[in-house]
T-cell receptor
């Protein structure tokens, strides 16, 4: 069965710190890995990663995928209180019959203290 | 069975058919959600139920009709759908939804194809 595991489950840091969130996965026929930020409503999309070793960046956020070791990290530098949220990792794969599947991790709850 | 389950996992229907998607959570949660994940589009929140009451409907067309008979079950009734409704429909549940951020646990989704 496909599995996505995120760590840590929760993290509390001070404003200005740098954080690293982890996502490891076991998925049949990997297609892509997605990171979402979830605040009060629907998760908002951050990154989609399909290739190993290529860093994606958006402002203070960056992410990289390692398809050999089956994990991804999400880095946030110079954290701000607005970064407080649950960060979800999801992995898209397909069954051996070609059916697409999307599996979510349970998220990392990040709290930034002013 | 544990977690959030969805049935069927795959569904192909014609535009004149009526079908229902089912979601069940075994986590003791009080809030349940329907999301739509279309190809190359962000995840879209459709409906939120809190303690069986619908608290959000994000301008979803009436051809999608949700039903929440109890805190553990959520249905999405479909009728006269359009081909552009083809997508992955995800169900999620959380402890509650009172404006705070509770971790949502997602089901595996139903892959819907409308012909």
């Amino acid at each position: 069965e496909d599995k996505v595991v995120q760590s840590p489950l929760s993290l509390v840091v001070h404003e200005g710190d740098t954080v690293t969130l982890n996502c490891s996965y076991e998925v049949t026929n990997f297609r892509s890995l997605l990171w979402y930020k979830q605040e009060k409503k629907a998760p908002t999309f951050l990154f989609m990663l399909t290739s190993s070793g290529i860093e994606k960046k958006s402002g203070r956020l960056s992410s990289i995928l390692d398809k050999k070791e089956l994990f991804s990290i999400l880095n946030i530098t110079a954290t701000q209180t607005g970064d407080s949220a649950i960060y979800l990792c999801a992995v898209e794969g397909s069954s051996n019959f070609g059916n697409e599947k999307l599996t979510f991790g349970t998220g990392t709850r990040l709290t930034i203290i002013p | 069975e544990t977690g959030v389950t969805q049935t069927p996992r795959h569904l192909v229907m014609g535009m004149t058919n009526k079908k229902s998607l089912k979601c069940e959570q075994h986590l003791g949660h009080n809030a349940m959600y329907w999301y739509k994940q279309s190809a190359k589009k962000p995840l879209e929140l459709m409906f939120v139920y809190n303690f069986k009451e619908q608290t959000e409907n994000n301008s979803v067309p009436s051809r999608f009709s949700p039903e929440c008979p109890n805190s553990s079950h959520l249905f999405l009734h479909l009728h006269t759908l359009q081909p552009e409704d083809s997508a992955l429909y995800l169900c999620a549940s959380s402890q509650a939804h009172f404006g705070s951020t509770d971790t949502q646990y997602f089901g595996p989704g139903t892959r819907l194809t409308v012909l």
